[in-house]
């Protein structure tokens, strides 16, 4: 964080990144003097209504955050910046997107959490697009000329007033990660999941809440011990619904086991609402490689959400970090990350299983990503995080199977990632005939991979099939 003082005193000269949060109502005319090197501009939190009409003076200007202002359209003085890759106007009062508001090297535009019924046509001329997060917005359908989006990945267009999603959309080459929950059409799947989902019941007063834990988009985690004065009955609610979903009971909890557990904080995030995640979280049921709801948590003082899930040991950890602003929709993993061939499949073996057992419930899980995968080194593997997850109608069989061969791309992205950093030879490979058995086996994982990111969704496997050749590789 910099200061107005700071910059008003020249002790910004030559600096590349410029983050100011001082209640400003105006555009700093000093911000000028940067211009010969600054290349991101984050001017969140502020009161900022307008940017000033010169502003591609800053001629290296790349990316820009205009984020918690009052804004109240898109200015359209971004699309006069010929460098500008990325746009993040969150949590503003934006009503209107003008064409003339899109950056002709647009790769990454944020807009979630306003008021937005309608964007340009002009929208699907951006063809460098990667990455377009709307949730929390007022849309009901988006332009057709999307569909020009070759290289979109990642699509955020839950909480808003969608009736379908549109077909030509799932038929997008390279659309890996996708979020929709909270929308008109999911309301009737999200109630029932909610409503049927036969759970332990933990009361707050009989938690001992321990430390932080950690914090994501949707909620805080804490540490804790169930030490309940009694047991409370498992929760079994029935509301008649033509969407009804059964939903399996995680293993229960027994009194003093250490627990994870997240209170939401009620909050829209970028992928959606709490509730969709809750619906979601509830309805994964378990398995082996997911990281399972155990209870749910009632009696919060504040009356907040919460979920009760097991405490990962410490043998387990986070396989990358989040993508960055140049990596855009790929994750960023450490430069010491490598894998043996055995970790690797084994790692690939749990995640497309869990996939598998999420899609066969009818559940989309929406950012199968390396950040939200607990993993140990020996290639046991945890998938978690349900906030872009949303529930699939199954009276509509081809739209899961389309999201489903969405998913798979998202999986071959991951495979991708980790054969990049996969030492291929075995340490007893010394025979001729292990040698032949070590390169057939990384010949169809290779194929694997490739066949997962077919640019033709209707010719990737579905996980089943990739499950199936995992085992196989695994078992070998």
């Not at 997008?172 to 036969?198: H, K």
């Not at 960023?332 to 066969?360: C, G, K, M």
């Not at 071959?412 to 001729?432: I, K, V």
Request: glycine share 6%.
């Amino acid at each position: 964080m910099h200061t107005l003082s700071q910059l008003r005193a020249g002790e910004l000269h030559g600096i590349t990144r410029l983050q100011l949060r001082e209640g400003l109502t105006t555009f700093p005319p000093e911000i000028f003097e940067l211009a010969d090197t600054l290349e991101i501009l984050d001017l969140s939190g502020n009161q900022l209504t307008a940017l000033p009409n010169d502003l591609p003076r800053l001629h290296k200007l790349q990316v820009i955050f205009g984020s918690d202002n009052p804004f109240t359209e898109l200015p359209e003085v971004l699309g006069q910046c010929p460098n500008l890759t990325m746009v993040g106007f969150k949590a503003n009062r934006i009503r209107h997107v003008s064409a003339k508001a899109l950056p002709p090297r647009l790769r990454w535009l944020i807009l979630t959490d306003n008021q937005i019924d309608t964007l340009p046509t002009e929208l699907g001329h951006c063809t460098d697009l990667q990455k377009l997060m709307l949730a929390g917005n007022r849309l009901s359908q988006l332009p057709e000329t999307m569909v020009n989006l070759q290289k979109l990945e990642l699509l955020r267009i839950s909480a808003n007033q969608f009736t379908a999603l549109p077909k030509w959309l799932l038929e997008l080459p390279r659309l890996s990660w996708l979020a929709f929950a909270g929308n008109p059409f999911c309301a009737d799947l999200e109630a029932s999941a909610l409503a049927n989902a036969a759970t332990q019941a933990i009361d707050w007063a009989d938690l001992e809440v321990e430390a932080l834990l950690g914090e994501g988009a949707s909620g805080l985690i804490y540490r804790a011990n169930w030490t309940p004065a009694k047991a409370h009955p498992t929760r079994s609610q029935h509301v008649s619904s033509s969407a009804t979903i059964s939903t399996d009971l995680a293993a229960p909890v027994s009194a003093s086991t250490p627990l994870a557990v997240k209170v939401f904080k009620g909050s829209l995030t970028s992928d959606g609402l709490p509730l969709s995640e809750m619906a979601a979280s509830l309805h994964a049921g378990s398995h082996p490689s997911l990281v399972a709801v155990h209870a749910t948590v009632t009696g919060h003082p504040n009356g907040k959400q919460a979920l009760a899930m097991p405490l990962v040991t410490p043998d387990f950890q986070n396989l990358a970090g989040p993508p960055s602003l140049a990596s855009c929709t790929r994750d960023v993993y450490a430069p010491e990350t490598r894998f043996t061939w055995d970790a690797l499949l084994r790692l690939a073996h749990h995640i497309a299983s869990a996939a598998q057992h999420l899609h066969a419930r009818g559940l989309h899980h929406g950012d199968l990503y390396a950040h939200n995968i607990l993993c140990t080194t020996d290639g046991r593997a945890l998938l978690g995080d349900f906030g872009a997850a949303a529930l699939t109608d199954p009276h509509q069989p081809e739209t899961a199977l389309a999201l489903q061969r969405l998913e798979v791309r998202a999986f071959g992205c991951l495979l991708e990632e980790l054969l990049d950093r996969t030492d291929l030879a075995h340490p007893n490979t010394n025979s001729a005939h292990a040698q032949q058995q070590q390169q057939q086996q990384q010949q169809i994982l290779q194929a694997l991979q490739i066949a997962c990111m077919q640019a033709l969704p209707s010719q990737r496997p579905l996980f089943v099939q990739i499950s199936h050749t995992l085992n196989q590789l695994v078992s070998a």
